[in-house]
């Protein structure tokens, strides 16, 4: 069984007396331990393709199943604990608390789950170690440089163990350098410890450290390979 089967996802925005249909019948699969990305022209439909695989939102039609469960027969309460317990996010914008240091911003997320502070920071040593930043634990964001706050935003989202890691443009805020040693994190996390993303990008160099390519256009994709 695919780790995710998406099948007609079709998405439309209704603003006003204005339908906007953002994607118009997308098929995909994604198999367990697979590193995926996504590409195509600004308002081809990735990120809410992205949302949609993240239970973020919910197709007009068409639905996703994550391990053969639909995600729209969660409700918004089950999707909510989906993506707090079993899915990882990693924004353009590394949304890091800055008060906090590196490892309490990813301790908090499993604090708030109820996981016990001892143990949660724990996992945030492991995973900060996992991504090279344990030695700037306890540095705040405004310490850090654009790469290495993405990094602990990426640990933040491995704190949890995640079944699925879904990325939105994760070097879209970085220099090129930055940017290849991220995407050198994630291609490691994928070939090391089977971990399964799916990514979103604008940057060819990025995409082409995945193993699959899907291109959208107006809302359906025309690659696939």
């Known amino acids: 069984m695919p780790l995710i089967e998406a099948s007609g996802l079709q998405k439309t925005y209704h603003t006003g007396d204005v339908d906007v249909e953002v994607l118009r019948g997308v098929d ?19 990120s809410t393709l992205l949302h949609l695989l993240g239970g973020i939102d919910v197709p007009s039609s068409g639905r996703v199943l994550l391990e053969g469960e639909d995600l729209a027969t969660l409700g918004d309460d089950g999707r909510t604990l989906l993506r707090r317990r079993r899915l990882g996010f990693i924004f353009q914008t590394f949304n890091l608390l800055p008060t906090l240091t590196a490892e309490e911003n990813v301790a908090l997320p499993l ?19 996992q991504v090279g930043m344990s030695h700037r634990r306890r540095h705040a964001p405004g310490k850090l440089s654009g790469g290495e706050q993405q990094r602990v935003a990426v640990a933040r989202a491995l704190a949890i163990e995640p079944l699925l890691l879904l990325a939105d443009e994760p070097t879209g805020n970085l220099d090129s350098v930055n940017g290849r040693q991220v995407t050198a994190l994630l291609r490691s996390l994928v070939d090391q410890h089977q971990q399964t993303i799916v990514m979103v990008t604008h940057d060819a160099a990025v995409a082409a450290e995945a193993d699959r390519l899907v291109q959208l256009c107006d809302g359906l994709v025309v690659t696939d390979g």
């Open 28 to 46: 995909l699969l994604v198999e367990r331990g697979e590193f995926l990305a996504i590409m195509g022209p600004s308002g081809s439909g990735k």
């Open 111 to 129: 604090e708030l789950d109820g996981v016990p502070s001892p143990e949660a920071f724990q996992r945030a040593e492991v995973v900060l170690e």
